[in-house]
């Protein structure tokens, strides 16, 4: 990211218009790689803003705090940070160390949960499939869900059905996670490529995997479309762990699961 700072001598101006120059930092990664200096063209309030856009400059740090200033910059695409006074490099260094960009939007909240969830059609079918896409959303009644793009194998499964399982992923099922995450049932029996074992669930017609340490039985009870996902709600209705996982009251000590 690239900043100036309007200065008047060594430090930060009050006034943008009547500073003597400008500093200009480029910022990677918190540290400064780029400092030059330029002088103000001409103390024109109006010429500003044009002037510090063909320097591809994305923040204006100064002393303004003039509300039709900032209008002005932010026009051409330029944040200014004002109310600002002392030296103008440290100014500078603070800022770079505390700067943001925007980011990549896409699945923006990480790290999130390696699942698999199974599913069971009326025929009988089934299926696994890797879900990146997954969280809690209540806790009386307790419900979790999972998000599903419409054209995966499993999704209709999961429509006629009204059920899944959502079953947790310690390393040591890391290959099989790999696998059923990247090949598709419509290709290919990848369960039976990769032996996975199935069990019955105790509540809803779909299998768990038991050799996860934890599987959460669900039943459908709405669903949201939301972009590329239908979002599947589900009331858990059972939740399977490995003996070694619970204590006296059966609360799971996830601490004890190798997560992926």
Same mark, same amino acid.
């Given at each position: 990211?690239?900043?100036?700072?309007?200065?008047?001598?060594?430090?930060?101006?009050?006034?943008?218009?009547?500073?003597?120059?400008?500093?200009?930092?480029?910022?990677?990664?918190?540290?400064?790689?780029?400092?030059?200096?330029?002088?103000?063209?001409?103390?024109?309030?109006?010429?500003?803003?044009?002037?510090?856009?063909?320097?591809?400059?994305?923040?204006?740090?100064?002393?303004?705090?003039?509300?039709?200033?900032?209008?002005?910059?932010?026009?051409?695409?330029?944040?200014?940070?004002?109310?600002?006074?002392?030296?103008?490099?440290?100014?500078?260094?603070?800022?770079? +160390?505390?700067?943001?960009?925007? @980011?990549? $939007?896409?699945?923006? #909240? %990480?790290?999130?949960? =390696? *699942?698999?969830?199974?599913?069971?059609?009326?025929?009988?079918?089934?299926?696994?499939?890797?879900?990146?896409?997954?969280?809690?959303?209540?806790?009386?009644?307790?419900?979790?869900?999972?998000?599903?793009?419409?054209?995966?194998?499993?999704?209709?499964?999961?429509?006629?059905?009204?059920?899944?399982?959502?079953?947790?992923?310690?390393?040591?099922?890391?290959?099989?996670?790999?696998?059923?995450?990247?090949?598709?049932? +419509?290709?290919?029996?990848?369960? @039976?490529? $990769?032996?996975?074992? #199935? %069990?019955?669930?105790? =509540? *809803?017609?779909?299998?768990?995997?038991?050799?996860?340490?934890?599987?959460?039985?669900?039943?459908?009870?709405?669903?949201?479309?939301?972009?590329?996902?239908?979002?599947?709600?589900?009331?858990?209705?059972?939740?399977?762990?490995?003996?070694?996982?619970?204590?006296?009251?059966?609360?799971?000590?996830?601490?004890?699961?190798?997560?992926?």
């Amino acid at each position: 990211m690239k900043f100036s700072v309007a200065i008047k001598g060594a430090d930060v101006s009050k006034d943008i218009e009547c500073c003597d120059t400008f500093l200009i930092f480029e910022e990677k990664r918190g540290r400064i790689i780029m400092r030059q200096i330029i002088e103000n063209p001409g103390h024109k309030p109006d010429l500003l803003p044009e002037f510090l856009e063909k320097f591809k400059i994305e923040v204006l740090l100064c002393g303004e705090r003039n509300g039709q200033t900032r209008q002005a910059f932010a026009e051409k695409g330029i944040r200014i940070v004002g109310d600002l006074s002392g030296n103008a490099d440290k100014i500078a260094e603070e800022f770079a +160390r505390g700067a943001k960009q925007q @980011a990549n $939007m896409k699945s923006s #909240l %990480q790290p999130t949960p =390696k *699942v698999l969830v199974s599913c069971r059609g009326l025929n009988g079918e089934e299926n696994v499939l890797a879900v990146a896409y997954c969280g809690n959303c209540s806790y009386a009644p307790p419900m979790v869900m999972v998000g599903i793009v419409p054209t995966r194998y499993s999704y209709p499964l999961i429509k006629e059905s009204g059920c899944f399982v959502v079953n947790l992923v310690d390393k040591k099922y890391q290959e099989t996670f790999d696998y059923l995450g990247s090949h598709s049932k +419509r290709d290919e029996d990848k369960l @039976a490529a $990769m032996n996975v074992r #199935l %069990q019955d669930g105790q =509540k *809803v017609n779909a299998p768990i995997l038991p050799d996860c340490p934890v599987n959460i039985e669900c039943t459908v009870v709405d669903s949201i479309v939301t972009g590329s996902h239908e979002m599947f709600i589900g009331k858990v209705e059972y939740v399977h762990a490995d003996t070694d996982l619970l204590d006296s009251e059966g609360n799971i000590d996830y601490a004890k699961i190798d997560f992926i």
